[in-house]
Each structure stands twice: as structure tokens, then as C-alpha cells.
């Protein structure tokens, strides 16, 4: 009898541009702010898109990135996560972006925005690129 092979529903693809303003999208919706996306393609080899994030604590980290990896489950698994259970500076690899989510204080401490300021900004919507401290939800 012969066997028919069934083959696994292929899961749809995002550029690694939509992933970032995806990334940017999802963090929006759980009220983050100063959010960013860089394109370091042309000045590291370590991803395409860095998006970083900010929240007003660390379960707020948490719940970003929670709905980040949620949001994209249907893209993809996060290939790595770090730093989810403090909830302070939580980093999610997606191979060709790299999500940084920060608490405001410590997004001022490192500042990574300085450390990539040679990177081009992706252009994101309105509501998103200048969504500020929770006051202005």
C-alpha cells in the first residue's frame, strides 16, 4: 500500500524589514514607547534591523515581549531570548533583527541609540515613532 506524504503547512515569511516594523507594531499595542528601528545591515554583520524599546517596568518588558513572540509565532520562533525574567533589558533574536527592550533608566544608562547612531532609521508609522512616556496614551 503506498504511503502518501503530507508535507508540514509552510509558515508565511517576512522580510526582515516587516519583522522590525512588526516588532515596532506589537511593542506599540502594549503600550511601549520610544520605539526605534535601525537598519545596521550596512555597519554589522549581526543583524539586519535592531529595534529598541522602552516600558515603564519590568512586568510591562515582560508583557512586550510576550506579544512580541506571540505576535510573530506564526513567522517564526524567537531564536533566543534573554533576559525575560527580570524583566530590565529583555534581548529576543530573530536571526535578522534583534529586539532590545529596556527600562527607561537603563536605556539611558547603556545608550545604545548613541552606540548605533551611524545606522539608518526605518521610517515607522506616525503613532509609533513618536509614542512617548505612558502619559501620552
Not at 19 to 40: G, Q, S, T, V
Not at 77 to 98: A, F, L, P, R, T
Request: with cysteine; charged share 30%; glycine share 6%.
Amino acid at each position: 500500500m503506498p504511503v502518501n506524504e503530507t508535507t508540514a503547512a509552510e509558515k508565511p515569511v517576512l522580510s526582515s524589514q516587516e519583522r522590525a516594523r512588526k516588532c515596532a507594531e506589537l511593542a506599540y499595542e502594549k503600550k511601549a514607547f520610544d520605539i526605534r528601528a535601525l537598519d545596521i545591515a550596512k555597519v554589522s554583520s549581526i543583524a539586519d534591523y535592531l529595534v529598541i524599546i522602552s516600558g515603564n517596568s519590568d512586568k510591562q518588558n515582560q508583557a512586550i515581549a510576550d506579544g512580541i513572540r506571540t505576535g510573530l509565532k506564526k513567522y517564526g520562533k524567537v531564536q533566543d531570548i534573554e533576559g525575560e525574567s527580570e524583566g530590565k533589558w529583555i534581548v529576543m533574536d530573530y536571526g535578522d533583527v534583534i529586539v532590545h527592550i529596556f527600562s527607561d533608566q537603563l536605556r539611558h544608562y547603556y545608550k545604545l541609540d548613541e552606540l548605533w547612531h551611524m545606522a539608518p532609521e526605518l521610517e515607522l508609522p506616525e503613532e509609533i515613532g513618536s509614542a512617548r512616556k505612558e502619559d501620552d496614551f
